[in-house]
Nanobody, 117 residues
Framework: QVQLVESGGALVQPGGSLRLSCAAS????????MGWYRQAPGKQRDSVAI????????NYADPVKGRFTISRDNAKNTVYLEMNSPKPEETAVYYCKAIELRGNAYWGQGTQVTVSS
């Protein structure tokens, strides 16, 4: 089992910056990929960015490329999402997800990000 706790969500102005954190605990040895997803009211949950825990390879959704950065600190079992120049339409609950080699997935409880002036 893996437990995920997100933090860092807040009200941020368009063009500002914000860093989200996802602290993981439990059986981390089996986790191969972690990522950030977001879900706005009335919309589906979409992938934002993912990172391979061993190699650090990353993949981003097109809308956030060049503005958001996902990173990890394996010593702290923590994954981060640095959000630069967020847009109002990116207001959503941001979720952390961890995926095991055998395919099991774990979700955090989410953290609210509101982009507004």
């Amino acid at each position: 089992q893996v437990q995920l706790v997100e933090s860092g969500g807040a009200l941020v102005q368009p063009g500002g910056s914000l860093r989200l954190s996802c602290a993981a605990s439990g059986s981390m040895f089996s986790i191969t990929v972690m990522g950030w997803y977001r879900q706005a009211p009335g919309k589906q949950r979409d992938s934002v960015a993912i990172i391979a825990m061993s190699s650090g390879a990353t993949n981003y959704a097109d809308p956030v490329k060049g503005r958001f950065t996902i990173s990890r600190d394996n010593a702290k079992n923590t994954v981060y999402l640095e959000m630069n120049s967020p847009k109002p339409e990116e207001t959503a609950v941001y979720y952390c997800k961890a995926i095991e080699l055998r395919g099991n997935a774990y979700w955090g409880q989410g953290t609210q990000v509101t982009v507004s002036s």
